[in-house]
């Protein structure tokens, strides 16, 4: 069974540009999952989606961060304009359903300069 | 609001030793709790998920054990090798899907 599939694997930007991770879950999982990963911290959650549907994106800082899964399957995560403080690892995990194991991706290493 | 706390946040040990891994959560009323690694510069392992109605989970040398009305998980591993070495990291769920997670215990374990 393929796990999650996330790109790019690296990514180094200036702040103010503009950058989009991609995510492609387990085959079948409904919710998918974006956290967001800081040096020395554990990963927070930024954004559930339950199908193609959004769940919880209280912590999405929604005036430069967006997301979406259009046909429930892949998803999307963009930053516009990015700042400094957006430096992490962008994770990306499915699970079957609600409330079950969550699986993650790789993660996407972004540097802003 | 949930906060997890992990003790120690380093151990370094010789192969073969037996290790506890401890987590304590500050908010009792969680769904389940999962454990996970991380390899340096990789995304997250899931190890063991444990049902709020479960003590304990074991997966070959790996058993978590979980006190949910004193808030404590504890990940105990047995006779370790090398290959073991990472950072483990807790994260309970409450119900709503959000795993909370601590800020894990780096494991370096040498031959």
């Known amino acids: 069974e393929a796990g999650v599939a996330q790109s790019p694997r690296y990514k180094i930007i200036e702040k103010r540009q503009s950058v989009a991770f991609w995510c492609n879950p387990i085959?079948?999982?409904?919710?998918l999952y974006w956290y967001q990963q800081i040096l020395g911290q554990g990963p927070k959650l930024l954004i559930q989606?339950?199908?193609?549907?959004?769940?919880?994106d209280s912590q999405l800082p929604k005036d430069r961060f967006s997301a979406e899964r259009l046909k429930g399957v892949d998803s999307t995560l963009k930053i516009q304009p990015a700042k400094l403080e957006d430096s992490a690892v962008y994770l990306c995990?499915?699970?079957?359903?609600?409330?079950?194991?969550?699986?993650f991706g790789p993660g996407t290493r972004l540097t802003v300069l | 609001k949930q906060e997890v706390t992990q003790i120690p946040a380093a151990l370094s040990v010789p192969e073969g030793e037996n290790l506890v891994l401890n987590c304590s959560f500050t908010?009792?009323?969680?769904?389940?709790l999962q454990w996970f690694r991380q390899d340096p510069g990789k995304g997250l392992t899931s190890l063991l998920l444990?049902?709020?109605?479960?003590r304990e989970q074991t997966s070959g040398r790996l058993n978590a054990s979980l006190d949910k009305s004193s808030g404590r998980s504890t990940l105990y591993i047995a006779a370790s090798q090398p290959g073991d070495s990472a950072t483990y990291l807790c994260?309970?769920?409450?119900?709503?899907?959000?795993?909370?997670f601590g800020t894990g215990t780096r494991l370096q374990v040498f031959p």
């Open positions: 908010d009792s009323a969680i769904y389940n």
């Open positions: 989606f339950q199908n193609n549907g959004v769940v919880d």
């Open positions: 444990i049902q709020s109605s479960q």
């Open positions: 994260a309970p769920e409450g119900g709503t899907d959000k795993l909370i």
């Open positions: 085959s079948g999982h409904a919710t």
């Open positions: 995990a499915s699970s079957q359903n609600r409330g079950g194991e969550q699986f």
